[in-house]
């Protein structure tokens, strides 16, 4: 899913069942019930990058968590809770715990083992399970839009995760506003101008662009990146989603 636009759905949506036929246990709840199941596990993750980052756990992965379900129960039109959800809900956890390492003295990339290396791996574990979800949901024929969506935010959260973490670490530049919160900025834009909020047209740009975003971010955190290596990453990949943006926008405008 792309990091690259503000309405990017990839699930198609499905009829929405019979009144009455839904569960005694309505989807939304069951992903608050999941979400909180699979919440010990991020602060324990979180807990071992840095104790004293558990608050940012909590900041990233509670409200991200009740605005899914938020969402859900008022869009999902499906009585079951489906595995992609569970999946995508699991991505959620790993970048919640991820954003403790912001809090780690003398930042991650000064500590050994893995403190160090945990952020990588949690962001490659995160990125491995992107692609996953959506062929659950068409497996079990639960497509939806707002499991398009909800697969985008997380994308979007481990985006700006990952660029806040380079920040917090003092090795990257202002190009990480691009990396971490363009697409947040954008969606800030369509309050303004609502005719960004129109839906954009599948794009295998937008979706490359995203990949890319998300490659360098995770690649930024390896330690053993060359230092030099560093900036030239950031900007390129920087000014790769600007484009992108800016050739939606182009679009956008054009359709009026």
Request: include cysteine.
């Amino acid at each position: 899913m792309s990091v690259s636009s503000a309405r990017a759905p990839a699930r198609a949506p499905q009829p929405a069942p019979a009144r009455g036929a839904g569960p005694a246990r309505p989807p939304a709840l069951s992903l608050v019930v999941a979400g909180g199941c699979l919440a010990p596990v991020a602060f324990l993750i979180g807990w071992s990058l840095a104790p004293a980052g558990l608050w940012i756990t909590l900041a990233v992965y509670t409200p991200g968590l009740a605005l899914a379900a938020r969402s859900m129960a008022r869009d999902y039109p499906h009585a079951q809770l489906g595995g992609a959800n569970l999946v995508t809900t699991l991505r959620l956890a790993f970048c919640a715990a991820m954003a403790a390492a912001m809090a780690a003295p003398g930042g991650p990339a000064a500590q050994a083992g893995w403190p160090a290396w945990g952020p990588t791996l949690l962001a490659l574990l995160a990125l491995s399970l992107d692609g996953i979800d959506g062929w659950l949901a068409r497996r079990q024929a639960l497509s939806s839009q707002f499991g398009a969506r909800y697969d985008m935010e997380v994308d979007s959260a481990l985006a700006a995760v990952l660029a806040a973490l380079l920040v917090a670490r003092g090795t990257a530049g202002p190009e990480m506003l691009v990396l971490g919160g363009a697409r947040y900025a954008f969606v800030a834009a369509a309050q303004l101008l609502p005719w960004l909020g129109a839906p954009l047209p599948e794009s295998l740009r937008r979706k490359t662009v995203c990949v890319v975003q998300i490659a360098a971010l995770v690649a930024l955190t390896a330690p053993i990146l060359p230092v030099a290596a560093d900036r030239p990453i950031a900007i390129g990949a920087a000014l790769l989603v600007a484009w992108s943006f800016a050739v939606d926008i182009r679009w956008l405008v054009r359709r009026g």
